[in-house]
C-alpha cells in the first residue's frame, strides 16, 4: 500500500537526517529534528526546481508569466508537492475516509444519469505515482457543490497502464450499482486520463458521459524518460503504447483542461488531444492544479454542461418511451 510504504521512507529518511545532524553537528535531538525537517523540505525544493528546468527549456512554447506570476506559480507547486506527498498520501484513511455514494435513484428507471437533477457520478482517477488520496480537496470541493465523488487507488504504482483497466472497470461497475446511475462521468488528472482513454477503448463507452482530464499527457512527456516502469516508459512521446491508445480514438465526449507551463508534461503541445475541447488555464503546476480554484471552477462548470446534457437525453428517452406507448 502506497500510503505504508510512505510513512515508512519519510519516517526513514527522517531519522538518517537526524542522525547525521546529531554525529556531525554536534546538534541536541530537538535541533537535529528541526534541521531533519527543513533537510526534508529542501530535498522537495529541489526536485521541483529539477522539473521546472526541464520545463524552461519549452518555456518559449508557452505564454508568458510575470515575475510575481511565475513566483507564486512555482511556490504553489512546491507546497502542492510537499502536502501530497508529506502530509496527505501518507496518512489517506485520516484525509479521505471511504467514498460516499448515496442511492440516488430508483431502480429500473433507466436514467442516463443518477444523480438527482440529472448528475452522473463522479470517478476521479489519480496520476502516476499518486493514490486516491491525492483528490482531498479537490473531492471536498465536488462534494460542496453537490456532486457524488468516487476515487480509487491504483497499484502497484510502477507497472503497465493496461493493467489499470480492469480495476478501473470494476470500480465503474461498483459505482453504478451503488448510485443506481446509468452512467458516471471519468475525471483524470495526469496518468489518470490515459488510463481512462484504455477504458474507453478496451470497454466502450456506455457506461461514460464524459472524460474531463486535468493535465494529462496525451502525446507524453519528455520527463517521463526519467520514469520508472512500465507506465513511466509508456508516457514517453511516441511510445508504442501512446500511438495503439490513439488508435481508434476514444469516442466519448472528452474535455482536457491543462496548463501550458505544467511542470511535469512537456512540451506544453503534448497536453492536446486530438478530437478533444482543450481548454488552457495559464500559470499553474501539475500538481497544483488539485488545488486550484480556477481549475476546479473550470471543472465545475464541464461537469455543469454535461448535468445539462444528460437531463435533456433523460427526457427525450422519456418522450420516445411515452410516444411508443
Known sequence: MLARALRLSNALELTLY???????????????????????LALRSVVIAVT?????????????????????????????FVVTFLVIMPFE???????????QVAEGQGLTAGAAGGRPPLLLIHGYGCSRAC???LRAH??????????????????????????VARRVDEVLAATGAAQLILVGHSMGGLVSRAYLQRHGDARVARLVTLGTPHQGSELARLGFGDNGRQMRPQSP??????????????????????NFVMPPALLELRG???????????????????????LLTVLEQTAARCRRAA????EITDAER
Open 18 to 40: 537526524v542522525v547525521l545532524a546529531m554525529s556531525l553537528c554536534k546538534a541536541s535531538f530537538i535541533a537535529a529534528l528541526g534541521l531533519a525537517v527543513l533537510a526534508m
Open 52 to 80: 521546472y528546468a526541464f520545463a524552461g527549456a519549452y518555456a518559449s512554447l508557452a505564454p508568458r508569466l510575470s515575475g510575481r506570476q511565475r513566483m507564486l506559480m512555482v511556490l504553489g507547486e512546491y507546497l502542492s
Open 93 to 103: 484513511r485520516w484525509w479521505m475516509g471511504d467514498d460516499r455514494l448515496p442511492r
Open 135 to 137: 483528490w482531498w480537496w
Open 142 to 167: 465536488l462534494e460542496a457543490a453537490g456532486w457524488t465523488v468516487a476515487t480509487i487507488s491504483l497499484e502497484p504504482i510502477y507497472t503497465s497502464i493496461d493493467n489499470y483497466v480492469d480495476p
Open 241 to 262: 503504447w501512446l500511438q495503439a491508445l490513439a488508435s481508434p480514438p476514444a469516442s466519448v465526449h472528452t474535455v482536457a483542461l491543462y496548463s501550458p507551463h505544467d
Open 276 to 298: 478533444a475541447q482543450n481548454r488552457v488555464i495559464d500559470g499553474i503546476g501539475h500538481l497544483a492544479m488539485l488545488y486550484s480554484p480556477r481549475v476546479t471552477q473550470a
Open 315 to 318: 427526457i427525450d428517452a422519456a
